[in-house]
């Protein structure tokens, strides 16, 4: 069974502060892809990093993928409230890459 | 509307009881996934349906889960003799197309509790 494991489960920080979220696992992932999802609502799907080594950025968040693709980070950068949120990442599988392989989330709160 | 819609939004049953979940998927896609969410928790898969392809079933947790598929579109979860520890959320997400690397889109939720 592959497993990812992010961290951490839970961050409070205060506005203006740079944070890092860690998704890892010990399989190899064809891609994965990072959601974010609030209270009532399904996850929103933000980025995918298929390449190993590689860096996608949207706004103040960087994501990246580890060169064996077996890990990914995710980092925000001068973190404002509307970040507050969900975040998940999720692993499709060399095989059977239909059935994403979800992380258990990070629950982050920017206080303003 | 544009994106995927699942019913009800919320249900309450009692233990025993059998529950039904709607999910209409966006219009055109061929993929539709159900997963399960414990209480701010991520994502368990469940089942997967794309296009006229046998089903795969092997993220059901017991055969008292079921789904369907029927004419390629709408999908229904069902859960018989409904047990405490169903209580979660049931998402539904369709794609375009197959695989992992596609980008699922989800529904809102359907936050199921059992008494």
């Known amino acids: 069974t592959q497993l990812l494991e992010q961290s951490p489960q839970f961050l409070s920080i205060q506005e203006g502060e740079n944070l890092t979220v860690y998704c890892n696992s010990s399989s190899v992932f064809s891609s994965l892809q990072w959601y974010r999802q609030e209270p009532g609502e399904g996850p929103v799907l933000l980025v995918t990093v298929v390449t190993g080594g590689e860096v996608k950025k949207l706004k103040r968040l960087t994501f990246q993928f580890g060169d064996a693709r077996k890990d990914s980070s995710l980092h925000i950068t001068a973190a404002q409230p509307g970040d507050t949120g969900l975040y998940l990442c999720?692993?499709?599988?060399?095989?059977?890459?239909?059935?994403?392989?979800f992380g258990q989330g990070t629950r982050l709160t920017i206080n303003p | 509307g544009a994106g995927v819609s699942q019913s009800p939004s919320n249900k309450v049953t009692e233990k025993g009881k059998d529950v039904e979940l709607r999910c209409d998927p966006i219009?055109?896609?061929?993929?539709l996934y159900w997963y399960r969410q414990s209480l701010g928790q991520g994502l368990e898969f469940l089942i997967y349906f794309q296009g006229n392809s046998a089903p795969d079933k092997s993220g059901l947790p017991s055969d008292r889960f079921s789904a369907e598929r029927t004419g390629g579109s709408v999908s229904t979860l069902t859960i018989q003799r409904t047990q405490q520890e169903d209580s979660a959320v049931y998402l539904c997400?369709?794609?375009?197309?197959?695989?992992?690397?596609?980008?699922?889109?989800f529904g809102p939720g359907t936050r199921l509790l059992v008494l």
């Open positions: 219009s055109g896609h061929t993929a």
């Open positions: 997400a369709s794609s375009l197309l197959r695989g992992g690397g596609k980008t699922q889109y």
């Open positions: 999720a692993g499709a599988p060399i095989q059977g890459a239909q059935k994403l392989v």
